[in-house]
């Protein structure tokens, strides 16, 4: 509750001072806030911090992002955890592509892809695919069930009211918002899911570890500890650290997904080089059963 208590009172410092801050400090703390707010989010979707859950919704529901509604990435997460992680078609979270698609796609999308497999890609074009994969997939839903518009109905009237209070009692400019909160915040996330899942052949250990100090760790809320959260999802995010020393799982993810000292080493190895390829390695699903 509290990360959700200091969340809030930042957005609301952030909104109530901008005007009195230098223009990069606002979007900079927009970027961090939109990153964190996410976290927060995650966390919710995962039945914390309280015991009620519709205490726990309110206070995450407000597409602060203006794009993205809360039950819908609520919806696919935890599809994420139930199905075989990083493969096409199958995650909705994996940025893996079957060899048919890359076979068909356009150059231009082959560049993407590829740039979205380096680090400075994932947070420069990565919050466009991401964006645009979500429109896919939620479009091909609606084809077979109109429901699915109802929460984008519900979002839209709520990120109106999200945006009259920003732009218009608040007067953020739109676009130190739009740029600071809504791209930048999901680039920050993207540091923390860049290099916590690779499509190794053991399907138990495709999931990363890496490690932090205080300020990612408060930022991601541990998240970048993921093989412990796969294994453990329901797990409170300050007891990850012990978790993850409990059950070894830096062991088992360097064996897998792979172990980091943490994100500067992700940054050295990875700002400019591929961390993998944008082809998935592993055989289609139909062919595996």
């Known amino acids: 509750m509290a990360v959700a208590v200091a969340c809030w009172s ?9 005007d009195r801050l230098p223009t990069a400090m606002v979007i900079v703390g927009l970027a961090l806030l939109g990153g964190w707010y996410m976290s927060l989010q995650h966390e919710v979707l995962h039945g914390h911090p309280t015991h009620w859950p519709w205490v726990n919704v309110a206070l995450v529901c ?3 992002s203006l794009w993205l509604p809360y039950s819908v990435y609520r919806d696919s997460h935890l599809r994420h955890h139930e199905v075989e992680l990083t493969v096409p078609g199958v995650d909705p979270e994996s940025f893996y592509v079957e060899q048919a698609t890359w076979d068909a ?4 999308r082959r560049l993407l892809l ?6 400075a890609g994932r947070l420069t074009v990565g919050p466009v695919l991401s964006a645009a994969a979500l429109a896919t997939s939620e479009l091909a839903l609606a084809r077979k069930d109109r429901g699915v518009a109802r929460p984008w109905l519900v979002h839209v ?12 009692v608040a007067d953020v400019p739109p676009w130190q918002y739009l740029v600071g909160y809504s791209y930048l915040g999901l680039s920050v996330t993207l540091v923390r899911s860049f290099a916590e899942h690779r499509d190794v052949p053991d399907s138990g250990a495709r999931s990363a570890v890496v490690g932090s100090g205080w300020f990612f760790g408060i930022l991601f809320l541990f998240n970048n500890l993921h093989h412990t959260h796969h294994a453990l999802p329901g797990a409170a995010w300050y ?38 390829t944008p082809v ?3 055989a289609p ?3 595996r059963q």
């Open 10 to 18: 930042m957005f609301v410092a952030v909104l109530v001072l901008h």
């Open 62 to 64: 407000a597409p602060l």
């Open 105 to 108: 796609a356009p150059g231009w």
């Open 114 to 119: 590829r740039a979205n497999c380096t680090l």
């Open 157 to 168: 009237a709520s990120a109106a009211i999200v945006a009259w209070v920003v732009f218009g």
């Open 239 to 276: 007891r990850l650290p012990q978790l993850t020393e409990e059950m070894g799982a830096g062991d088992i993810a360097a064996a897998g997904a792979g172990r980091y000292r943490g994100y500067g080493e992700v940054v050295r190895r990875y700002a400019f080089r591929p961390f993998t």
């Open 280 to 282: 998935t390695s592993l």
């Open 285 to 287: 699903i139909i062919e």
